[in-house]
């Protein structure tokens, strides 16, 4: 089985130690790990197709481990890739056919392309993209969509547009609404048309293990009808926005790690809103579905039917906002940022070939702001702060003396009774997460120290009002900023 390896286009490993192989197939090159099952059915072909006896067991291993040692130890080292990468200035999508076909994107425009200069790898499930039609118009995917409003579907089609670019960051995309508001649908369409995978969409992962798993095998992850977010999965979700890394043991050593790396976009839907930390909900499009009554509601086969006519020319005009976007990017310059800069350049620098200029930045501003809203009326606690700021302007305490005044304010107001500080300590860290989402409301937090005691602080103050002096300088009298 030796004259196998000759016919290999290249052997090489990956920054982990990963081995390759570039194999010739019908005219066309794949690429596969070597230790695959398709790697190895390969070889086998082979030595059928040579001896016309089936390979034994020894020749098969004797083969793989030559190969994997000449890709480790003679080969290059290469990137590999899932659906989307980028090379000298051009983006590639991978259209995952049989004959191993990719779309190249440049800002001259796209177009397919038999063999990418990049190696792309092929995961359990991943379906073939159709190939995309010029001329086609965003606007036949809004029919498709349980959309109310113009805003949504501009942040829908700018979050498609950033999923069709490598390594983020990406923002969270996260569709509520109540049962029968096509939310499954809406996803399934999403995922379908950035990376049709046999199983569009998932129940969440059971720990952050098997969640890097799944991003180390798809390049959108869609999870469906969750019925809450666990802290450690709302914490995780950040991390795999902006580009997340996770280790675990290797099986069967006691010093070997496996590592995860990855950035994905990530889609999810519920009935009700699953997001309540600040962090990711400042990092989410948070989109709410009406439901669909019965005169207007259609039969699913009949609106897969339409979206699989219309499919490749959608692609074809998100592609073409990608082209306009390559061009333009370098001269977006954009009054504010905010939390996904990078997102919102892109975005702005793609939207001007879908819709006019500050489209997007006016939905996305609306979109931030409602979202920040409904999670502070969710938090107990930020809305014991907004009622504190409204009513004094001013308030300087500790910890425990604001925890002693919400609890007051709750017992004032009903609504204000759940759990959500039991010690100072917990309700400073608390408070925390929530300075982000309540300085956009114009609501300052300065934690501080008392002069000479070092007692920890907390001011609350409107905007602006909070530091008599600025950049780093004490707080007030007596206080030094933490």
Request: with cysteine.
């Amino acid at each position: 089985m030796l004259s196998a390896i000759e016919l290999c286009g290249e052997l090489f490993h990956t920054l982990a130690g990963t081995a390759y192989a570039d194999i010739p197939v019908n005219g066309h090159r794949e690429t596969w790990p070597i230790r695959s099952q398709r790697f190895r059915n390969w070889l086998r072909r082979l030595h059928y197709e040579a001896t016309g006896e089936p390979a034994s067991g020894a020749a098969l291993r004797s083969t793989l481990d030559l190969c994997e040692a000449r890709a480790q130890f003679e080969g290059p080292q290469r990137a590999v890739h899932i659906r989307i990468a980028e090379h000298a200035g051009c983006l590639y999508l991978d259209l995952a056919d049989a004959h191993w076909r990719a779309v190249q994107v440049s800002p001259d425009g796209w177009q397919v392309i038999a063999s990418a200069p990049v190696r792309f790898r092929r995961p359990a499930g991943m379906l073939a993209m159709p190939l995309p039609e010029q001329g086609g118009s965003i606007a036949e995917l809004k029919s498709l969509l349980n959309v109310s409003s113009r805003d949504d579907f501009v942040l829908i089609v700018s979050w498609l547009v950033a999923a069709l670019r490598p390594g983020g960051p990406y923002p969270l995309l996260a569709i509520s609404g109540e049962q029968g508001s096509a939310k499954t649908v809406l996803s399934k369409i999403l995922k379908a048309l950035i990376d049709p995978n046999v199983a569009p969409v998932r129940a969440l992962s059971r720990d952050e293990r098997d969640l890097m798993i799944a991003a180390n095998n798809g390049h959108l992850l869609a999870f469906d009808n969750l019925s809450g977010l666990p802290h450690s999965f709302s914490d995780a979700l950040c991390r795999l926005t902006s580009g997340g890394s996770f280790a675990v043991r290797r099986l069967y050593t006691d010093d070997e790690e496996v590592l995860f790396q990855a950035a994905r976009p990530i889609l999810l839907n519920s009935i009700e809103d699953v997001i309540r930390r600040p962090d990711l909900g400042d990092r989410a499009i948070v989109l709410t579905l009406s439901p669909i009554s019965e005169a207007q509601r259609r039969p699913e086969t009949e609106l897969w039917r339409e979206f699989e006519r219309v499919r490749p020319r959608i692609l074809g005009a998100l592609l073409d906002a990608v082209v306009h976007g390559l061009r333009a990017v370098g001269r977006v310059d954009l009054e504010r940022l905010p939390r996904m800069a990078d997102f919102a350049i892109w975005a702005t620098a793609c939207e001007t070939a879908l819709w006019p200029d500050g489209t997007f930045a006016r939905a996305y501003a609306a979109n931030r702001r409602a979202a920040i809203e409904s999670m502070i009326e969710a938090d107990p606690l930020a809305t014991c702060v907004r009622t504190i700021v409204g009513e004094r302007s001013n308030w300087t305490g500790t910890a425990s003396d604001l925890l002693r005044l919400c609890a007051q304010q709750a017992h004032a107001d009903v609504s204000m009774s759940p759990p959500w500080a039991r010690n100072p300590r917990s309700l400073a860290g608390r408070l925390r997460r929530a300075q982000t989402f309540l300085r956009m409301l114009d609501i300052e937090i300065v934690f501080c120290r008392e002069g000479r005691s070092g007692a920890r602080m907390i001011r609350l103050s409107p905007l602006g009002q909070s530091r008599s002096r600025a950049n780093g300088m004490d707080c007030d009298e007596g206080y030094r900023v933490e």
